[in-house]
């Protein structure tokens, strides 16, 4: 077909700048999801910082020679309008429009007989676009597509995968060196801090300090890449006393990241700005709970027939 390209055992992911650090079960887990044949739309999930997009690319990295057609990376974050979604994805696969044929049917054809690998990438602002992936999986019957988002697509046949936060050192092991490095959370410490002191390491004068900034930032990949670029100026437990004001604190991400992984409040500030007028209202209600809350405590804080209170 003109203007498409023959079918190769290629890959379009992006190449990491730094290593992936932990994260190994994980990768693991969700290759074998992908390899099993009920499995043909996986959404990974996760709050902004998670290293959602990190645990697909290494995942599409693990699965290239499953997929003899291809495994093709589509970066939906510029993206706002869900009638762009197809566009973006046509580009990706080098699928042109041509007379009069919907773009949506050349993607189809395009891949209908082939196994190839599709990763939406930064799907939560465009999720309107979701019955698209559904209408390519049921017209591609070897197509398998892996998708990160804040939020699931609540879709027929969809898996999810939470991406779960770093693991922290043991309760109690704050004390021992060895059990403190081996974190995946100081493991990330560590490897970002070094990029910018090259001699620092987790010693027994820090390491509770270091086990307990990674503790105070949740094991959240981004906000522990914030504070470990502190580490120039900053040693552990200065670093850890200023983390009780942590948004004024996370900022200065470096200059090619998207604005939105710049600073802790520009991640959330994504998530938030998704949200309808109503959600927003709510979860700033929720906002008076510190650690955590349960759904009675949550129906508690939605007024009673109040349009925030709606979802209870």
Known sequence: MPGVPPPAATANLPAPLTPLVGREREVAAVVDLLRHPDVRLLTLTGPGGAGKTRLAVAVAEGLVEDFP??????GLAPIADPGLVAPAIAQALG???VGDESLVDRLAAFLR??????????????VEAAPLVVDLLRAC????ILVTSRVRLRVSGEREHAVPPLGLAEEGDASSVANVAAS???RLFVAR????????????ENAAAVAAICVRLDGLPLAIELAAARAKVLPPAALLARLERRLPLLTGGTRDAPARQR????AIAWSHDL????????????AVFAGGFNLEAAAAVAAPGDSAGGGF
Do not use: I
């Open 69 to 74: 057609d291809g495994v093709r990376f589509v």
């Open 95 to 97: 699928v042109r429009e």
């Open 113 to 126: 007989d082939r196994r190839l690998l599709l990763v939406l990438d930064n799907v939560e602002q465009v």
């Open 141 to 144: 019957p070897r197509l398998t």
């Open 184 to 186: 995946e959370a100081v």
């Open 193 to 204: 801090a070094q990029a910018v002191r090259a001699n620092f390491a987790v010693t027994p």
């Open 263 to 266: 600073t802790m409040r520009d």
């Open 275 to 286: 949200l309808r007028p109503d959600e927003q209202a709510l979860f700033r209600r929720l």
